[in-house]
């Protein structure tokens, strides 16, 4: 018996073995056929990310490009196929400023900020930037990490003259910060809420959290992933109830045959049939105009503990309701607000029950002052911050299951845990009625 052989195969005939070679030979020459046609299709641009993209800079003998190509090509890389490079902005149009201008370091002869702040965004897009600063991305994002003992006189100002600035119902979160310390909140709280950070020249914001480096692409910024990177977890699951959500599916499911790259200003239905992050907040769709401020289509602050409408409440409604209409008729939307009006108001008294049985310990001085030092301090946090915010969340998005099991039912049951945690308390105080 030769090598390779079992008694099985030494018995069958030559024929059996030759037609054996000759079916390998075949399927290995399709093999080689089929990545020769791959590799074919795929370098003339007509599969993969779509068809071929211009390089802008493929001829540039700009200084800064061809230093970078050598030390951060991707970059080059990136930046040549950008809306901005084909518009002719240069490199040094971001990041290039005077001498001793505040952050800047000195580089080959110049001065540059490694990365531009939105005043530099400002210059060529005022309007946005303008959006932007008013909204919650802005510096209310900053001070709900850190608080306002920090920010200068014109940066509170600014902070207090915005409607989500204005209505800070918590400070509890400020404290988490600090107990954390910095080794942990670079990686954790900095990640998402340095969106609204103050920079060294007095502007506020980075604007590259949502307009990744170096590409800016209409596609990215639009994805839902991309507002992904923060609302997610226990305390604002937008990323998870969307997915859940009809808008969601329908994304998940089409959302590769979408026109991602639609002139802004200018997508409809056929280039959207449902709904993303992009859609409903920032994005022009109807008649609606678009906006960098985030809660200007909101109806209510649904971050709150209890939460309360806008001052802009009525107008905020029609601008939103405006989208839903280009897809849903008037008396869906109509009583889904009514319903979902109603959602957040039974929250709200959940919440407030919740005070409510706190109120003997804060009345006969039970509680320490220190924050986040004794478990009923996580036990009431837990409440509103997850589950009723989860809930509130889930309602006005469509996910049903957030409303209801990462949202209705935590709630009751941190409720109930509450009651005990009171009630052992004041026993333990001697106060509690029938002892």
Not at 185 to 209: K, Y
Not at 267 to 290: E, L, Q, W
Not at 389 to 403: C, E, H, I, L, S
């Amino acid at each position: 018996m030769h090598d390779g052989a079992t008694p099985e195969t030494e018995d069958r005939p030559r024929w059996w073995t030759a037609g054996r070679i000759a079916v390998i030979a075949f399927a290995g020459t399709l093999l080689v056929l089929a990545l020769i046609l791959v590799i074919a299709v795929s370098s003339d641009g007509t599969t993969g990310s779509g068809p071929d993209r211009v390089d802008a800079l493929a001829g540039s003998d700009d200084d800064c490009v061809a230093c970078h190509r050598n030390t951060t090509p991707g970059i080059v890389e990136q930046y040549g196929h950008s809306t901005m490079a084909a518009a002719n902005v240069e490199c040094r149009d971001c990041h290039e400023v005077d001498q001793g201008y505040p952050g800047s370091t000195a580089h080959e002869g110049t001065w540059v900020l490694a990365s531009p702040t939105s005043a530099m965004c400002e210059q060529c897009h005022p309007a946005e930037t303008r959006q932007y600063l008013a909204s919650r991305h802005g510096i209310p994002a900053y001070v709900a990490m850190t608080g306002t003992d920090g920010l200068s006189a014109d940066l509170l100002a600014m902070y207090e003259a915005i409607p989500e600035g204005g209505f800070a119902p918590d400070k509890e979160r400020n404290a988490l910060f600090a107990m954390e310390g910095p080794e942990i909140t670079r990686f954790a709280c900095e990640g998402c809420h340095n969106i609204g950070r103050p920079a060294a020249d007095g502007s506020v914001g980075e604007c590259q959290q949502c307009h990744l480096r170096h590409e800016f692409s209409l596609e990215q910024s639009r994805k839902p992933e991309t507002c992904n990177a923060c609302h997610i977890g226990p305390d604002h699951p937008q990323w998870e109830i969307y997915q859940e959500s009809p808008h969601g599916i329908a994304y998940a499911t089409g959302g590769h045959e979408w026109h991602w790259d639609v002139e802004a200003g200018r997508a409809t239905v056929v280039d959207f049939p449902a709904p993303t992050c992009a859609t409903c907040h920032i994005s022009a769709f109807g008649s609606t105009g678009t906006t960098h401020d985030v809660g200007e289509r909101l109806t209510w602050y649904l971050f709150a503990s209890v939460s309360e409408q806008r001052p802009n409440a009525d107008s905020n409604r029609v601008r939103m309701q405006t989208v839903c209409l280009e897809c849903h008729n008037p008396a869906f939307v109509d009583d889904f607000y009514a319903g979902a009006d109603a959602a957040t108001l039974r929250v709200n008294a959940w919440v407030l029950e919740s005070r409510e049985i706190m109120a003997p310990l804060v009345e006969a001085g039970l509680l320490t002052p220190e924050p986040f030092d004794e478990p009923i301090d996580f036990v009431s946090f837990d409440l509103w911050h997850h589950w009723g915010r989860t809930a509130k969340f889930g309602t006005w998005m469509q996910g049903p299951d957030y409303v209801q099991w990462h949202g209705a039912y935590e709630v009751l049951r941190e409720l109930a845990e509450l009651r005990t945690l009171v009630d052992e308390k004041l026993a333990e105080a001697g106060l509690l009625e029938g002892e």
